[in-house]
């Protein structure tokens, strides 16, 4: 199991900015695509952004296109989103997850199943 922590959430104001970080623990998290998802009350887990391993390309769910960007720091074995211009709708339970996956491509879906850590608590206020 590839073990990451997420930090960085946190309460903040409509049109302000967090960046979450999703740190690899005993793995180098480069080498694998690596996905960040949120989930809200009463709502199904949801696809926000991904990044493929060791460069690869970035997706994002198209609610958030051009107000997220993920983006690596390997010396830090860390993926970052950094999230600007937030809304309420927003708010959620943010996870990250590395996953395998062949080549520079990712998926932003879900997995269908598997374990999921803690995460980190986004709060917008209006």
């Known amino acids: 199991q590839l073990q990451v922590v997420e930090s960085g959430g946190g309460l903040v104001q409509s049109g302000g900015s967090l960046r979450l970080s999703c740190k690899g623990s005993?793995?180098?998290?480069?080498?694998?695509?690596v996905g960040w998802f949120r989930q809200v009350p009463g709502k199904e887990r949801e696809g926000v952004s991904c990044?493929?391993?060791?460069?690869?390309?970035?997706n994002y769910a198209d609610s958030v296109k051009g107000r997220f960007t993920i983006s690596r720091d390997n010396a830090k074995n860390t993926v970052f989103l950094q999230m600007d211009r937030l809304k309420p709708e927003d708010t959620a339970v943010y996870y990250c997850?590395?996953?395998?996956?062949?080549?520079?491509?990712?998926?932003?879906?879900?997995?269908?199943?598997?374990?999921w850590g803690q995460g980190t608590q986004v709060t917008v206020s209006s």
């Open positions: 997850k590395a996953r395998f996956q062949p080549g520079p491509e990712c998926d932003v879906r879900p997995p269908p199943f598997g374990s």
């Open positions: 990044i493929g391993s060791s460069g690869g390309v970035t």
């Open positions: 005993g793995f180098i998290l480069n080498d694998y695509a």
